[in-house]
């Protein structure tokens, strides 16, 4: 079975700081990893995702298979960055549902 | 377009009613979710289906029922509320598995917070 586990349910960095939400996840196939985010009164939406490989808000992450991790990374934390990230799994290449972790609230302190 | 929309915003019900949380896209995506978001628990899958007439369970189907009538509306259905299914509750919706590079992008609507008591 697929699952993925956000170990942090909240972190809080100062502005400007670098920020690293942790994303580890257990699959024996060849998942496909998502980033979505919620901020404050708005509905989820996709961040970003490991086949693209591009840099959302400043925000990257790269898919390590060796770790199963998928840190989602940001060399300098803004304001309206502070939200709820939610990493989530896909299995193999079809439309599969996805697979949520618990989420983490990142908070950026002025 | 509207993408996900999703009726009503908030409700509260009594133990033992029932009630049908509404969830259309305009999208004309194959695949759609519902799921529920408990606090500090993420988000799980209730059910899910992968075109009209087609439906299948998810993690925790239990107390629901769906139906998918047509490509754009997938209602699900509590027929019997309970205390343990005060949540909110996410319809999403996502590209055709042939859609280069789209596949698996899930598309959520805004949200239902539903309370039982």
């Known amino acids: 079975a697929q699952r993925v586990t956000q170990p942090e349910k909240l972190l809080s960095v100062f502005k400007g700081a670098p920020v690293e939400l942790k994303c580890n996840y257990s699959?024996?196939?060849?998942?496909?990893l998502f980033w979505y985010v919620q901020y404050s009164r708005q509905r989820l939406q996709l961040l970003l995702r490991?086949?693209s490989r591009e840099s959302i808000k400043g925000f990257t992450a790269d898919l390590n298979k060796g770790e199963t991790s998928f840190h989602l990374k940001k060399p300098f934390a803004q304001e309206e960055d502070s939200a709820m990230y939610y990493c989530?799994?896909?299995?193999?290449?079809?439309?599969?549902?996805?697979?949520f972790g618990k989420g983490t609230r990142l908070s950026v302190i002025a | 377009n509207a993408g996900v929309t999703q009726t009503p915003k908030f409700r509260i019900l009594k133990i033992g009613q029932s009630m049908t949380l509404q969830c259309t896209q305009d999208?004309?995506?194959?695949?759609m979710y519902w799921y529920r978001q408990d606090p500090g628990m993420g988000l799980k899958l209730i059910y899910y289906?992968?075109?009209?007439?087609?439906?299948d369970k998810g993690e925790v189907p239990n107390g629901y029922n769906v139906s998918r009538s047509t490509t754009e509306d997938f209602p699900l259905r509590l027929e019997l509320a309970a205390p343990s299914q005060t949540s909110v509750y996410f319809c999403?919706?996502?590209?055709?598995?042939?859609?280069?590079?789209?596949?698996?992008?899930?598309?959520f609507g805004p949200g239902t917070r539903l309370t039982v008591l």
């Open positions: 999403a919706s996502s590209y055709p598995t042939q859609t280069s590079g789209k596949k698996n992008e899930q598309f």
């Open positions: 699959y024996s196939g060849s998942p496909e």
């Open positions: 490991h086949i």
């Open positions: 989530a799994l896909s299995a193999d290449s079809g439309n599969t549902p996805l697979v």
């Open positions: 999208m004309n995506h194959n695949y």
């Open positions: 289906s992968v075109g009209a007439g087609i439906t």
